[in-house]
């Protein structure tokens, strides 16, 4: 069974810190997205990586392909109470799966 | 349309009556998904689409479940005989292709009472 496994599960933290969300799975993908929902919302896509080491950078958020495109990292600087809501990474394989998620509160 | 449109937004029915969940996703999207996400909870796959017929309906979770898609666009997704159990946000994505992501919809939230 494919699985991709996001930790931390839960987070919460102050406004101004930075933090890490993993994404990590033993299956290769082809490509890797990262997804960020709001309560009463449908996931927003946030990024699509494709080449192992690359990393985007949106504003205070960077991200990282792992060099073997098995595991992703999502790095979020001095976060704000508007980052608050559930992360989400997915990626395809021979099929479309997404992770267990990763959800963050900030408090203000 | 401009997003993927989901209809309705929320919906109450009694235990025992059938649903139906309409997703119009973006014009042209090919590859169509349809996720349920419990309170707090992360998405569970149900059926995926690739044009009309469906590849994958390995997540549908009994055979009360159902889902079409016609003419390469709209899709179905119907509940017989709804269970308390059911209550959930049901969601549908849409791609173009699934190798740069999704398009979500809003979802229709589900509450059997």
């Known amino acids: 069974t494919q699985l991709l496994e996001q930790s931390p599960q839960f987070l919460s933290i102050q406004e101004g810190e930075n933090l890490t969300v993993y994404c990590n799975s033993s299956?290769?993908?082809?490509?890797l997205q990262w997804y960020r929902q709001e309560p009463g919302e449908g996931p927003v896509l946030l990024v699509t990586?494709?080449?192992?080491?690359e990393v985007k950078k949106l504003k205070r958020l960077t991200f990282q392909f792992g060099d073997a495109r098995k595991d992703s990292s999502l790095h979020i600087t001095a976060a704000q109470p508007g980052d608050t809501g559930l992360y989400l990474c997915a990626g395809k394989t021979y099929k479309y799966i997404f992770g267990t998620g990763t959800r963050l509160k900030v408090l203000a | 349309g401009a997003g993927v449109s989901q209809s309705p937004s929320n919906k109450v029915t009694e235990k025992g009556k059938d649903v139906e969940l309409r997703c119009d996703p973006i014009?042209?999207?090919?590859?169509l998904y349809w996720y349920r996400q419990s309170l707090g909870q992360g998405l569970e796959f149900l059926i995926y689409f690739q044009g009309n017929s469906a590849p994958d309906k390995s997540g549908l979770p009994s055979d009360r479940f159902s889902a079409e898609r016609t003419g390469g666009s709209v899709s179905t997704l119907t509940i017989q005989r709804t269970q308390q159990e059911d209550s959930a946000v049901y969601l549908c994505a849409s791609s173009l292709d699934p190798y740069y992501g999704y398009t979500f919809g809003s979802g229709t939230r589900l509450t059997v009472v």
């Open positions: 299956s290769v993908f082809s490509s």
């Open positions: 014009s042209g999207h090919t590859a």
């Open positions: 990586v494709v080449t192992g080491g």
